[in-house]
């Protein structure tokens, strides 16, 4: 006589990430169970830490008033400063450093790395003080609204502008414009102070403050001894320029004006320079 065959227990349900721990809660996005270490709670019931993980993953971060990634911190100001007063330690120790890394027209061709690394030198600590100062007062405003690499693109660009303004100014033979240094950030720090007039007006902020601070930095630059004044103009036509294409970008669109408005500036500020050296 034939035996009735007996039911197979029901295979208990385990958690996938710890498959020796049987749990009976499970998550409400995929259905799979949660052991406690793995259970989120959320409104809606117990998920796992693997659908937390990959909602997390997938959704789109906060984006700042012109469509940068929102920060809260100006961490690229920090680095930039930090940058430059660690580079005037290095000078007080080692004079050589500026001979190599200055803004010297007659060496731009040979030397292109000197339209950037003089915006890290200084030529004392004054000079080095009231940079920093500014930097740190521009880029806590302006980091936070343009987004981490729009603000660096900003910084660096408007360095390279006032650079390229030196260079097209400079005249062979005249020996001190043509062989004299030329340092400070002063040039990326005319471009920052442009960007924020631009943006403040663009969005119906008051600019008198920062209108009145421009111009009495213009004035000083165009009448102070030793002074660049072509350098502070460079950065402030340049700085200008990418500000307003950030500013006026469209909405749905602001990543690939950013992207190819950026791209674009850094190819004219090339081929100027280009165009100089072949009317030299």
């Known amino acids: 006589m034939t035996q009735p065959a007996t039911d197979q227990p029901a ?5 996938p990430r710890h498959p020796d721990r049987v749990t009976y809660v499970r998550c409400q996005r995929c259905g799979r169970p949660a052991c406690p270490q793995c259970q989120v709670p959320s409104a809606v019931g117990v998920h796992c830490v693997d659908c937390v993980r990959r909602a997390r993953s997938s959704r789109r971060g906060a984006r700042s008033l012109l469509g940068g990634r929102a920060v809260t911190d100006a961490l690229v100001t920090k680095i930039l400063v930090v940058a430059c007063v660690a580079v005037y330690l290095i000078q007080l120790t080692h004079q050589p450093l500026e001979n190599r890394f200055a803004f010297v027209p007659a060496a731009a061709i040979s030397e292109p790395w000197r ?5 890290f030198l200084h030529a004392s600590l004054w000079h080095l003080a009231f940079n920093m100062w500014a930097l740190w007062v521009l880029g806590s405003a302006l980091e936070p609204v343009l987004g981490r690499w729009r603000f660096a693109a900003l910084y660096v660009l408007s360095a390279v502008g006032g650079s390229t303004m030196i260079y097209w100014l400079a005249s062979p033979v005249t020996m001190s414009s043509w062989w004299g240094l030329t340092v400070g950030a ?5 471009g920052l102070f442009a960007a924020l007039f631009i943006i ?14 421009l111009a009495v930095n213009l004035a000083i630059s165009f009448m102070g001894e030793y002074i660049s004044w072509q350098g502070h103009l460079g950065g402030l036509a340049t700085g200008a320029l990418i500000a307003a294409l950030y500013a006026w970008a469209p909405r749905e669109r602001r990543t690939a004006y ?23």
């Open 258 to 280: 950013g992207v190819w408005g950026t791209a674009g500036l850094a190819v004219l500020l090339v081929g100027l320079i280009c165009l100089r050296a072949a009317l030299v």
């Open 186 to 190: 002063s040039g990326a720090v005319f």
């Open 115 to 119: 339209f950037v690394t003089t915006a």
């Open 11 to 15: 295979e208990l349900p385990v958690c």
């Open 200 to 213: 403040q007006h663009r969005f119906g902020r008051d600019t008198s403050g920062i209108l009145g601070l």
